[in-house]
């Protein structure tokens, strides 16, 4: 530890998510690993999807914010293995996605090793409306304003809003 | 800080902070990347085989941008072709990395010409925006693409290669969201309107005969066991799930007339369709003209 206002753990898990910023990467699940010796920080994080472009303001943000907690230097590393799933999100980032107005993904647990089974409907799962919690929400595109995201809308409170789709 | 509004802390920052990365690192940095004991100048050909198939894609869905049906398809199109444009950075940056010439992904994608692309023709062809299709040719394309895609990407999860492996078991779920996205509009618009219908026929018409081609196991592959994938293998997994997708959709499945080859040879082999020629013109201008280029 370096005079600092916290562990390189606390500062590395403090940092936000660039997209969805009321999430921190340790609320995100995307932290994977850290550690310091003699003031020099190693961080590894994982991806959410392969071409996620906020992986590098995620890496310059960890670089940024241990440098001014006075750790002298930081690696930070990508790990690929084992894969995100949204399932990695914490309660309390879930909570936080919907006090945002985000609706926050389904636990899907294991996934079986088998052939992946196509989906020839639209999603049926049912996803409460962060504002009002209806459950009589529709999907209105697949694809929202990141590749984490689908948008739906709610049919009583008649709100658009966000759902971090489960993959 | 409050939470009234998401995205609030991107504007009252006090860095310099935009969500969207303006310098890429290197794709594997910190990756696990112990190569496996196979001939290096086979696996790397094996990962750029990989990597040109999803550059390749990722360029040709990119060309939809602003010119999709509607505004939340041009954002499903740019999303898709951003997930396969990170697996092309991973599997690129694998290949120069086991080839050990000093060759990065950059290097790889903007600086061959278009004999040294080993990415199927499926890949490449044009199917919509311009000449050569329309959205429903584009979700035809994708749907034989991505169905191929998950059945190869779900066995390379067990490859004896670290990378493949790793970077496998990431894209097979962004594959198999692909895949139901491109089903769900073929069984739409094949179960449509009249219109949609002889829209949707012809396009997989289109896509047809550049099936054969992803189920011809390359030499390279069969000299990789355990590390690569058979193409061979896939194909009757692949079929039953286009077969499953055509008989919701109401679409008989198009006769098995294989595109032609030149002397045999085809996309894997560095032979390809004249479209590919102004589509490396247009990904590979401005890195050449402006080595370095960023912005």
């Known amino acids: 530890m370096v005079a600092g206002t916290g562990t390189a753990f606390e500062v590395a898990a403090s940092v936000r998510d660039p997209e969805l910023p009321v999430l921190t990467l340790a609320d995100l699940g995307v932290l994977r690993d850290v550690t310091e010796e003699d003031g020099r920080v190693s961080v590894t994080i994982t991806p959410t999807y392969s071409g996620c472009p906020a992986l590098d303001e995620m890496g310059a943000d960890l670089r940024r914010s241990l440098l001014r907690a006075g750790f002298t230097s930081v690696d930070v590393r990508l790990s690929l293995s084992p894969a995100w799933t949204t399932d990695w999100i914490t309660e309390d980032g879930r909570r936080k996605l919907r006090e945002a107005g985000i609706a926050p993904p389904s636990r899907l647990g294991p996934r079986p090793a088998g052939p992946v089974p196509l989906n020839l409907t639209p999603p049926s799962r049912r996803v409460a409306c962060p504002r009002c919690g209806s459950h009589r929400t529709s999907e209105v595109s697949r694809f929202g304003s990141t590749a984490c995201k689908a948008l739906r809308r709610c049919a009583d409170c008649a709100e658009p809003f966000e759902h971090v789709k489960e993959i | ?295």
């Open chain 2, 1 to 295: 800080m409050s939470f009234d509004n998401a995205y609030e802390s991107l504007i009252d920052h006090e860095d310099t902070h935009w969500a969207f990365g303006t310098g890429f690192s290197e794709a594997l940095a910190g990756v696990d990347r112990d190569v496996p004991d196979v001939d290096r100048a086979d696996l790397a050909a094996y990962c750029l085989m990989l990597g040109d198939d999803a550059l390749v894609l990722s360029q040709r869905l990119a060309e939809w941008c602003s010119r999709a049906p509607e505004l939340e398809e041009d954002v499903a199109l740019a999303n898709i072709a951003l997930d396969l444009l990170g697996q092309a950075r991973l599997l690129l940056t694998r290949a120069g990395e086991v080839e050990g010439a000093g060759r990065d992904e950059d290097a790889l994608a903007y600086l061959r010409d278009e004999r040294d692309f080993r990415n199927v023709h499926l890949a490449e062809i044009e199917c919509g925006p311009f000449a050569g299709g329309d959205f429903a040719t584009t979700m035809a394309r994708l749907l034989v693409f991505s169905s191929w895609k998950v059945a190869q990407f779900s066995r390379l999860r067990t490859s004896a290669d670290p990378v493949l492996a790793a970077v496998a078991a990431k894209g097979l779920k962004e594959l198999a969201y692909h895949r139901d996205h491109a089903a769900q509009w073929v069984v739409r618009l094949g179960d449509g309107t009249e219109e949609s219908h002889r829209r949707m026929r012809a396009g997989l018409e289109r896509v047809w005969p550049f099936l054969d081609e992803l189920f011809a196991t390359h030499p390279v592959e069969s000299r990789l066991p355990g590390v690569a994938v058979t193409s061979a293998e896939l194909r009757s997994e692949v079929d039953d799930v286009l077969d499953a997708v055509l008989s919701a959709a109401g679409l008989p499945r198009p006769a098995d007339v294989p595109a032609a080859r030149v002397n045999g040879l085809a996309g894997r082999d560095g032979v390809h369709t004249e479209a590919f020629g102004y589509l490396l013109a247009e990904m590979q201008h401005l890195h050449r003209s402006l080595p370095g280029a960023k912005w």
